[in-house]
């Protein structure tokens, strides 16, 4: 299995420009999350998906959309972007909330740079 | 206050040595602790998963829970070079209302341990 799997793995834009971010995972998890790191903040989420056709906002979702159309993929757009959006995006994916079963997988990251 | 905080650190210790890496939090809410480990420029991993209080242990590493103080640690005995990276706690609640049960992180304490 290759877990939670993120393309591309960096990016460079320039302002105004659009792009997304692809998740993909394998282990037929509900859940599925979309962050952002940055020094000093921690993890941040930007949205996140309870299952296939549904998104929801997380902490910081302004600038960003999403969409799950298929259950093991998770699409995060910029559709304008921003340099206060270069960050360090990871996916994750989960079975589902509470009950023990909300441990999150994490995919090896995007790092993108918007100039 | 903020859910969670956690001492960023950076924390350096000489190899061989105990660490202790602590978080508190304030929603009495929170059931599950975790523990992520996460080396430079990769996702995070899971490292240790606790259920309400007590002790877990796995190898070199033990878990506490101590939800009276609200107050969650990790410790690494017989540290190792191996062990340097970024370690961030996350906490969830029970049943969290069905909605956004998501974890909630810390921001991560930075560890180096030198040879």
């Known amino acids: 299995n290759a877990g939670v799997t993120q393309t591309p793995k960096f990016r460079v834009l320039k302002t105004g420009q659009s792009m997304t971010l692809l998740c993909a995972q394998d282990m037929n998890h509900e859940y599925m999350y979309w962050y952002r790191q940055d020094p000093g903040m921690g993890l941040r989420l930007i949205h996140y998906?309870?299952?296939?056709?549904?998104?929801a906002k997380g902490e910081v979702p302004d600038g960003y959309n999403v969409s799950r159309l298929k259950k093991q993929n998770f699409l995060l757009g910029l559709e304008s972007a921003a340099p206060s959006q270069t960050s360090v995006y990871f996916c994750?994916?989960?079975?589902?909330?509470?009950?023990?079963?909300?441990?999150?997988?994490f995919g090896p990251g995007t790092r993108l740079t918007v100039l | 206050q903020k859910e969670v905080e956690q001492d960023p650190g950076p924390l350096s210790v000489p190899e061989g040595a105990i660490v202790s890496l602590n978080c508190t939090y304030s929603n009495s809410a929170f059931q599950y602790f975790m523990w992520y480990r996460q080396y430079s420029r990769k996702g995070p991993e899971l490292l240790m998963y606790?259920?309400?209080?007590g002790n877990k242990e796995d190898g070199r590493f033990t878990a506490q829970v101590d939800k009276s103080s609200k107050y969650i640690s990790l410790f690494i005995r017989d540290s190792q070079p191996s062990d340097s990276a970024t370690y961030l706690c996350?906490?969830?609640?029970?049943?969290?209302?069905?909605?956004?049960?998501?974890?909630?992180f810390g921001k991560g304490t930075k560890l180096s341990v030198k040879p």
């Open positions: 606790t259920y309400s209080s």
């Open positions: 998906s309870v299952g296939e056709g549904t998104t």
């Open positions: 996350a906490m969830s609640a029970t049943n969290y209302g069905g909605s956004q049960g998501n974890l909630i």
């Open positions: 994750a994916s989960s079975y589902r909330v509470g009950q023990g079963k909300d441990t999150q997988y």
